[in-house]
């Protein structure tokens, strides 16, 4: 599942699309034109679906899996609407919203001139990869190493980088699990054959 805003002709806000997998395929399965991106509209779609599929086979939608961006209010649709589905955040959006981050900081100079603050970001931007388990004790490492507080000490902005990783994707709204890859085939790792 994924949504664009920039193709979205007025008066819409978003253009959400949902592709699913049939025998190795990736097809589309809805183009939705929507007005906001409230939780009550994403329920609406994915009932509209859920309707839709129930009278063409006769049986529910019920997807293993959904791999989706970290918004909020389309998980807790998901999660709603498909309680028994697993959803799993698109690796390529968990990476794009750290490095949002990293510029709104002001830290791209700093990535782009010295490498060990490079090296430090794609750390982080790697976590990842590591088995869920151990996520949470390498990011306290990682933040602890004598490296890094001397990095902290000369980029302040690093501090509030590890921060926001941290409130939310290693003890805040988006769990681990949701956008940790480690046990993902190669090709549910994103969602950018929707884009």
Same mark, same amino acid.
């Given at each position: 599942?994924?949504?664009? @805003?920039?193709?979205?002709?007025?008066?819409?806000?978003? #253009?959400?699309?949902?592709?699913?997998?049939?025998?190795?395929?990736?097809?589309? +399965?809805?183009? #939705? +034109?929507?007005?906001?991106?409230?939780?009550?509209?994403?329920?609406?779609? +994915?009932?509209?679906?859920?309707? /839709?599929?129930?009278?063409?086979?006769?049986?529910?939608?019920?997807?293993?899996?959904?791999?989706?961006?970290?918004?909020?209010?389309?998980?807790?649709?998901?999660?709603?609407?498909?309680? =028994?589905?697993?959803?799993?955040?698109?690796?390529?959006?968990?990476?794009?919203?750290?490095?949002?981050?990293?510029?709104? $900081?002001? $830290?791209?100079?700093?990535?782009?001139?010295?490498?060990?603050? /490079? /090296?430090?970001?794609?750390? #982080?931007?790697?976590?990842? @990869?590591?088995?869920?388990?151990?996520?949470?004790?390498?990011?306290?490492? $990682?933040?602890?190493?004598?490296?890094?507080?001397? +990095?902290?000490?000369?980029?302040?902005?690093?501090?509030?980088?590890?921060?926001?990783?941290?409130?939310?994707?290693?003890?805040?709204?988006?769990? #681990?699990? $949701?956008?940790?890859?480690?046990?993902?085939?190669?090709?549910?790792?994103? =969602?950018?054959?929707?884009?």
């Amino acid at each position: 599942m994924d949504a664009t @805003f920039r193709t979205a002709p007025r008066p819409y806000e978003q #253009v959400f699309t949902i592709l699913g997998q049939y025998y190795g395929r990736v097809l589309p +399965l809805a183009i #939705v +034109l929507m007005t906001n991106r409230a939780i009550g509209h994403y329920r609406q779609v +994915l009932q509209v679906i859920q309707c /839709k599929i129930r009278h063409a086979t006769g049986s529910e939608w019920e997807p293993e899996a959904i791999v989706c961006d970290f918004e909020q209010a389309l998980i807790t649709a998901i999660q709603t609407e498909l309680p =028994n589905t697993r959803i799993e955040g698109c690796y390529f959006h968990f990476n794009q919203s750290l490095w949002r981050h990293v510029k709104d $900081l002001g $830290l791209t100079r700093a990535y782009r001139n010295h490498e060990r603050v /490079k /090296k430090l970001i794609r750390k #982080v931007m790697s976590i990842g @990869f590591l088995p869920t388990a151990i996520v949470r004790n390498n990011f306290a490492l $990682l933040r602890t190493e004598n490296r890094t507080r001397r +990095l902290f000490r000369r980029y302040p902005s690093l501090v509030e980088f590890f921060n926001y990783v941290f409130n939310n994707y290693i003890n805040g709204n988006f769990p #681990v699990t $949701l956008w940790n890859v480690y046990d993902r085939d190669m090709d549910c790792r994103t =969602n950018n054959n929707a884009e």
